[in-house]
């Protein structure tokens, strides 16, 4: 996932999206902090403002255990020193102060009807589209917190929104910039290519023992037999208690009150729609007035309107819907299927789509409607009307939601008494004992291989394993689906094996470090070749291998067969027909030729506003980004790293 985020350039973007809206909520997220001690210590002022550990802990907490939710074992200690949460977390919490001081510098207020307004239409809130205070009161009561700090959080978070609406409120998008971005977005290119893996070419013959030595004694590191060590552990799972626990029917009902917001179901649509869409080519210039764009707007609309009603009309006489669907939609994802869009809930389809669909009853013909995409036609097909699923009908799934919190909390509960029964002697087999666990003893194990078949990929339990010295036994390691107690029992120091012992690893290394330096200079010699010749079919086949060539491609477009590897589009798209270029991507070099190029054609209207909304959207959040750094640079800052 890591790779994912970093090679498709949004790791910034990414983050900062959770980062923020984790820091900005107050609630703790039990097990996921806790790491940090002296929760009165302070980890950062800022211009005088003091962050406390205990905020830190709790926002560095949310983040953690939304990872863990998203990734499951995939997610590790490494990943999230890698993705620089810590410090992520901290510079968030920093931003948030500055935001309150420059409000306070432009006299900008949340008002208490602001304040209001935004806690009555929260959704969690909601019981018959109406805000109900009983469900506000078990949400502070079940999030241990109060009215006041959860309405001063809120208040915070108005407040940051207002400030970056008047930072952004300057943003500016020339025609020019829009225009270019369609062209960049909607250009396409096609090229053919070959590809071969990086040790593709290998040298004849076997690695000399001199070369071998000679690799060794350069890169002895890389063969060091790390660390070892053997760890004896008690795991307890909520499943060993599970069936002891007893959920009362208040526990139910009291749940359901309070979280209403899960088995609420929203209305459902079963509609079909032709997409009328305004591809009128506009004279967009440099030297039109407003109100002649506007005018030439709404002459492109009314033409697309017109159009749409000669469509509707015809099948109102008769024609079949759905064969008019796939002879004149311009959504080509409904338009083959006849206009149908499946099912859908409330609030997946723009609002004035939706706004149709709720004047009609199913099977009757609706529109034109207008919307960003142009003209539908709409046909109501089938409705669910929003419903709370009753509590009979969610009572046992509630009754296992609640069963395995109890029980989870109750094994963590005998962790902390087995941990205490151990004793200053840390003596672990013999307090499980006494609460009838059972203790096991892993196989040698190191930080680069510790294959453990009962612990399976647990980062936090090898984490804490390694971390441990002499005799220690460690504290409960709590995790969503166990709670561990763990001590080294034997350990065994790093060292460097002799050579005869790695050899075949050493001979390995000392091939493969042949075949890559081979392949790399072929490659090079073939580029500066193909660049001469143009000819990539005689390359190909003097090597054996297939052309491949893609089909027509933009820039957003993965590349099929070799991905989205932005690198390779950067080179490729600034080509003319027949030039050549190389690339790399994941292991594999590429020998490239473009073939043809498809200018993009003239946007219409609605393309052109949705191009706008969206790059005045990116451009506001860099301002307000570069905004913020400059505040930020000029603000004084003093950061207890020792705290982190």
């Known amino acids: 996932m890591l790779n994912f985020i970093r090679s498709h350039g949004m790791v910034k973007v990414f983050l900062w ?41 709790r926002a560095y907490g949310n983040i953690i255990n939304f990872y863990r939710n998203q990734f499951r074992g995939q997610f590790s200690e490494e990943m999230a020193a890698k993705l620089n949460l810590k410090e992520n977390a901290l510079d968030a919490l920093i931003q948030n102060r500055l ?8 006299n900008l207020m949340v008002s208490d009807q602001e304040l209001a307004e935004s806690i009555f239409k929260r959704p969690e809130f909601q019981k018959d589209n109406k805000f109900s205070n009983s469900l506000y009161n078990n949400y502070l009561r079940f999030s241990r917190i109060s009215a006041r700090d959860f309405e001063d959080n809120q208040r915070k978070t108005l407040l940051r929104e207002k400030l970056e609406g008047v930072i952004k409120a300057s943003t500016q998008i020339s025609e020019t910039e829009i225009q270019d971005a369609y062209k960049r977005e909607n250009e396409k290119i096609k090229f053919k290519y070959i590809g071969f893996s990086k040790d593709y070419f290998k040298p004849a013959g076997r690695p000399s023992d001199e070369e071998i030595q000679k690799y060794f004694d350069s890169y002895k590191s890389q063969f060091e037999v790390p660390e070892q060590i053997q760890v004896q552990y008690v795991k307890l799972t909520p499943k060993m208690v599970e069936e002891t626990v007893k959920i009362y029917e208040e526990d139910i009902k009291d749940y359901y009150d309070t979280n209403q917001a899960k088995f609420f179901i929203k209305k459902q649509y079963k509609a079909s729609h032709i997409l009328i869409k305004n ?7 440099e030297d039109l007035s407003d109100e002649e764009k506007e005018k030439l707007l709404n002459e492109a609309d009314e033409k697309t309107r017109i159009k749409a009603d000669e469509i509707l009309k015809q099948i109102k006489e008769g024609a079949e819907f759905g064969e008019m669907a796939k002879k004149y939609s311009g959504d080509p994802g409904s338009g083959t299927n006849g206009g149908s869009l499946g099912q859908f809930s409330r609030g997946m389809m723009v609002p004035e789509f939706e706004a149709a669909l709720d004047q009609l009853t199913p099977g009757e013909l609706g529109g034109p409607v207008k919307t960003l995409f142009g003209f539908h036609i709409v046909r109501l097909d089938e409705v669910k009307e929003e419903r709370l699923k009753p509590l009979t009908e969610v009572q ?24 205490k029964a151990a004793g200053v002697g840390n003596d672990l087999a013999k307090a499980a004992l006494e609460y009838k666990a059972e203790t096991k003893t892993t196989e040698f194990i190191s930080g680069k291989v510790h294959n453990v078949p009962e612990i399976g990929n647990v980062p936090e339990f090898f984490n804490t394993a390694f971390s441990l010295s002499g005799e220690q036994l460690s504290d409960p390691v709590n995790l969503p689906e166990a709670s561990y107690l763990l001590k080294i029992v034997a350990r065994k120091d790093p060292y460097i094996p002799k050579l005869n012992e790695v050899l075949s690893k050493v001979t390995q290394a000392v091939v ?17 070749r193909l660049k001469t010749e143009k000819n990539l079919e005689q390359l190909a086949k003097e090597l054996k291998m297939t052309v491949e060539e893609t089909p027509f491609i933009n820039q957003s477009d993965s590349i099929p067969g070799i991905g989205n590897i932005q690198s390779i589009k950067d080179a490729v798209f600034p080509l003319k027909p027949g030039e050549t270029t190389t690339g790399t991507s994941r292991g594999i ?25 969206r790059l005045k959207n990116e451009k506001a959040r860099v301002i307000f980004q570069e905004w913020m750094e400059n505040v930020k640079e000029n603000a004084d800052i003093l950061i207890d790293r020792t705290l982190l």
């Open 17 to 57: 999206v959770i980062i923020i809206a984790f820091v900005t909520t107050i609630f703790y997220s039990w097990g996921a902090g806790g790491k940090i001690g002296g929760a009165n210590k302070t980890v950062a002022t800022v211009n005088g403002m003091a962050i406390k550990v205990n905020e830190f802990d």
């Open 99 to 106: 935001v309150l001081l420059e409000a306070e510098k432009m």
């Open 396 to 419: 046992e799934e509630i009754k296992k939601t609640l069963k395995k919190d109890k029980a989870r909390k109750r094994i963590r509960r005998i962790a902390k008494k087995i941990r």
């Open 279 to 285: 591809d009128t080519p506009l004279p967009f210039g």
């Open 589 to 613: 070099y590429y020998l490239i030729q473009m073939v043809e190029r498809e200018a993009a054609d003239q946007p219409g209207p609605e393309q052109l506003k949705k191009i706008y909304a």
């Open 512 to 528: 493969e470090e042949k075949n890559k330096s081979a392949t790399e200079n072929q490659f090079k010699a073939l580029g500066e």
